[in-house]
């Protein structure tokens, strides 16, 4: 096997005999190095970085207590078996106390030793692959919660909006919902008679930030550049300025506020329509009222010449029968032109009666105009 695909295996004894014997067993499968005091030991690691250590407790200056105990302060984690010719339950007690994983004894057999490296390290990467395997899931239980609580952001954003008054109020709650998710924002919605813009801190945008939201309309759906991120819909801008660097996070942020934009070009319409609706139904409900109080006009004008032109029926009867005396008629000529003169005023009078038809017509018409009442 080639050295650079064997794994290192540091040796620790004081003893070159030791070391040698060991190396003998290991070297086949293993890249052996060699450290004869605790001191030489702790720079190996951090220069080799083995992945396992097999460490001697009888040595001079720092046993091997005193170097498995610096070891694992410093965060190391690779096996270790202790190496010792005295093997008493104290001895192997201190040794699992001071961080050891396993204990051999001196003299041991070569297949022993390699077999016990062998297994320590396979130890070793079960444990590593349990912890990582762990870490994955507690990320994507993280990923998944994170996900939720999105996604019931922009459900809320949703409801929330659903009678929204008018635009400032939408402005409002989208800036609002863009802080939930954690970004810091610029807001400009495009309405039919201009704009309205707003800060990550709710404040009006200034001429500078204005001009560069316009721009950033122009640059298509989604454009990135560094920690900023543009979304563009018809009718709204959103500009985050701090993107995070982590790339899965940053992929499901442009995707909420893909969406969270797209909800919110949407109830833009939604207001612009309602506001058309609304404005349509005033200009209408004024003409109904205009036009209801001018035909109100006109049936009371009907009313006074009806009853106008009866009294003056009634007055040229009168006046007519008193001038008989001047015109030198007789009776029979009088009662002649009398009778003419009622037959006329009797035939205007039975058309006056026809006209009551005409007078419900007027109280149709002026109570359709009437605008409905509201509760």
């Known amino acids: 096997m080639d050295i650079v695909d064997k794994k290192t295996v540091l040796i620790v004894d004081d003893d070159s005999i030791i070391c040698e014997v060991l190396n003998a067993a290991l070297d086949a499968e293993y890249h052996v190095i060699t450290a004869h005091s605790g001191e030489e030991c702790l720079s190996r690691v951090e220069e080799y970085k083995p992945v396992l250590i097999i460490l001697d407790i009888d040595m001079e200056g720092m046993n091997g207590y005193d170097t498995c105990i610096k070891l694992r302060a410093a965060q190391h984690a690779m096996p270790v078996i202790f190496l010792s010719s005295c093997d008493s339950l104290d001895e192997r007690l201190k040794a699992f106390d001071a961080g050891g994983d396993d204990f051999l004894s001196k003299p041991t057999d070569n297949q022993i030793i390699l077999r016990k490296v062998q297994l320590a390290i396979q130890a070793k990467a079960a444990r590593d692959a349990l912890v990582n395997e762990k870490d994955s899931f507690e990320s994507m239980a993280m990923i998944f919660l994170d996900s939720m609580g999105e996604s019931g952001t922009l459900q809320n954003y949703t409801r929330a909006n659903f009678e929204c008054p008018d635009y400032k109020t939408l402005l409002d709650n989208t800036l609002q919902t863009t802080r ?7 807001i400009q919605l495009r309405l039919p008679d201009g704009s309205i813009s707003c800060t990550p801190n709710g404040q009006t945008t200034g001429p500078l930030e204005e001009s560069i939201l316009t721009q950033a ?3 298509g759906r989604l454009f990135q550049f560094k920690k900023r991120l543009v979304t563009n819909f018809e009718n709204i801008t959103i500009l985050i300025v701090n993107m995070p660097d982590n790339v899965e996070v940053a992929g499901r942020i442009r995707d909420n506020i893909a969406i969270l934009a797209e909800i919110a070009d949407a109830f833009v319409k939604s207001i612009t329509l309602r506001q058309h609706a609304q404005a349509s139904t005033e200009r209408i409900n004024r003409a109904n009222l205009s036009a209801g109080s001018a035909i109100e006009i006109l049936r009371q004008k009907y009313r006074a010449q ?3 032109t009866r009294m003056l029926q009634h007055d040229l009867i009168e006046q007519v029968e008193k001038t008989y005396i001047y015109l030198g008629l007789t009776d029979k000529q009088e009662q002649l032109v009398t009778d003419v ?9 039975e058309l006056f009666e026809q006209s009551d038809e005409l007078e419900k017509q ?9 605008p409905e009442s509201t509760n």
């Open 180 to 186: 939930h998710l954690g970004l810091e924002c610029h």
């Open 306 to 308: 009806q009853v106008e």
């Open 217 to 219: 309309s122009t640059m």
């Open 362 to 370: 007027f109280s149709i018409i002026a109570d359709a105009l009437k």
């Open 341 to 349: 003169m009622k037959k006329c005023s009797e035939r205007i009078l």
